[in-house]
């Protein structure tokens, strides 16, 4: 088992920038892929960026250019630098993993919500 806390959300002005974070604890070892997805309201949920225990990155088209994906040298925490947000940025971001094995399973933080306000 893996437990996610991300951290870091809020209230901020469009333009301005933030920084999420995501920390894992239990079986740290079953974890090679870290990431972040949001869910904005009355949308799907969808990926944001990832970052591989090997650390390679991907981005959504929507946030490249301005987002990185970074992560402590222990591989137990994600970060994501957000900048120039813009209200379309809204929504609940959540931390997850996915397995060192394929087909295991993954895990998802409770989300920490951010608002941009235009």
């Known amino acids: 088992q893996v437990q996610l806390v991300e951290s870091g959300g809020g209230l901020v002005q469009a333009g301005e920038s933030l920084r999420l974070s995501c920390t894992a604890s239990?079986?740290?070892?079953?974890?090679?892929?870290m990431g972040w997805y949001r869910q904005a309201p009355g949308k799907q949920r969808e990926f944001v960026a990832s970052i591989s225990r090997n650390g390679y990155t991907y981005y959504a088209d929507s946030v490249k250019g301005r987002a990185t994906i970074s992560q402590d040298n222990a591989k137990i925490s994600v970060f994501l630098q957000l900048n120039l947000l813009t209200p379309e940025d809204t929504g609940v971001y959540f931390c997850?993993?996915?397995?060192?094995?394929?087909?295991?399973?993954?895990?998802w933080g409770q989300g920490t919500q951010v608002t941009v306000s235009s």
């Open positions: 239990g079986s740290i070892s079953s974890i090679n892929d």
């Open positions: 997850n993993t996915l397995p060192v094995v394929p087909g295991g399973p993954q895990y």
